[in-house]
């Protein structure tokens, strides 16, 4: 193993020794005999410090456990755009008293993976009518290996799985807002819907974005880089400059952003496509370094440049 590949940064996601953990186990050819990423971001999430960021309107951002969570407060209580990691439960609630004491009302999740449903349970019990894509409620009542996981997750217990699902697009109003829901063509995984909040101009994208960060794209539930693509342009054609956009993972961004995101996706499916077609193997594509140019400023999070090559090229 070596350390001095992997540079961190140390941006709050779920703590940076776990991050170091997930990064040298990510980077290693044969992740079999390793704990799975899943289990130590689990763990880390124990203790995780949950930070409240308030946004425009009634909303706010929470980070530090999975994924970017955000919540709205008001008259009609309050709602979820999804629900972190089960085991944060009590940093969890204090974050969500802090917010005021209007009772849980819904969490809507904005893709099947364990980081952003784990919480599902609790919250479900805490009072919340849980709202996802149908495929969402699909892949979490069924078996499913994610291979560069390393992780067999079984079927989630009744009470954690969404009571009301759509197929395209759904709308609720709630808090004054007129939140429109939207399904993605299959990019992360094939269950990835936006979530927008018309009043505040305040867009969930789901994991179709991680800012700053080679996104990660699961391949085993539908997910491909060229639907990460077109989601990724979708959000651009859905945004104005002052749209506030929650990413999946890093920082709250802007649409200036979200266009540098799109740009690097694009220039590395292009080279990544152009090598596989001259008759490359994965390992000469990776070789050649087809992201080098971007490494210093996307590679240094959870998927370095040789693993995020591994993704484009499957899809390439
Ligand atoms: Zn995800």
């Known amino acids: 193993m070596n350390m001095e590949n992997i540079n961190i940064d140390r941006r709050k996601f779920i703590g940076s020794a776990s991050l170091i953990s997930i990064g040298l186990l990510l980077s290693q050819k044969s992740v079999v005999a390793q704990e799975s990423p899943v289990n130590i971001i689990k763990k880390a999430a124990a203790t995780a410090k949950i930070e409240i960021t308030k946004l425009r309107g009634n909303l706010s951002v929470l980070e530090g456990s999975g994924g970017n969570i955000l919540v709205s407060t008001g008259k009609d209580g309050k709602l979820m755009v999804d629900g972190g990691i089960g085991v944060s439960k009590p940093n969890m609630s204090a974050a969500l008293a802090k917010l005021g004491n209007a009772p849980l009302k819904f969490l809507i999740n904005t893709h099947w993976h364990f980081d952003h449903v784990d919480g599902n349970l609790w919250l479900h019990e805490k009072g919340a009518a849980i709202v996802a894509h149908e495929n969402t409620l699909k892949n979490m009542s069924r078996t499913i290996r994610v291979d560069d996981w390393n992780f067999t997750f079984p079927p989630s217990p ?45 867009l969930h994208v789901a994991d179709t974005w991680w800012n700053g960060h080679y996104p ?27 749209t506030i956009i929650i990413p999946g993972h890093g920082p709250i961004g802007n ?13 590395i499916y292009d080279a990544v496509k152009k090598l596989k077609q001259q008759g490359m193997t ?10 080098s140019t971007f490494d210093a400023k996307w590679g240094t999070f959870i998927i370095d440049p040789t693993f995020f090559t591994r993704l484009v090229f499957k899809g390439a």
Not at 177 to 196: F, L
């Open 255 to 267: 649409r200036n952003q979200l266009i540098a995101y799109r740009d690097m996706l694009v220039h």
């Open 158 to 202: 009744k009470g954690a799985l969404p009571g009301k699902t759509f197929a395209d697009k759904e709308s609720m109003t709630f808090n004054g807002e007129d939140i429109q829901m939207r399904h993605y063509a299959p990019a992360h995984t094939n269950s990835d819907i936006s979530v927008y909040f018309p009043k505040a101009d305040v």
């Open 216 to 242: 990660f794209i699961d391949y085993n539930t539908g997910g491909n880089i060229k639907g990460m693509i077109a989601a990724t342009n979708h959000n651009i054609g859905h945004s104005s400059d002052k």
């Open 282 to 291: 994965v390992e000469e594509v990776i070789k050649a370094k087809p992201t």
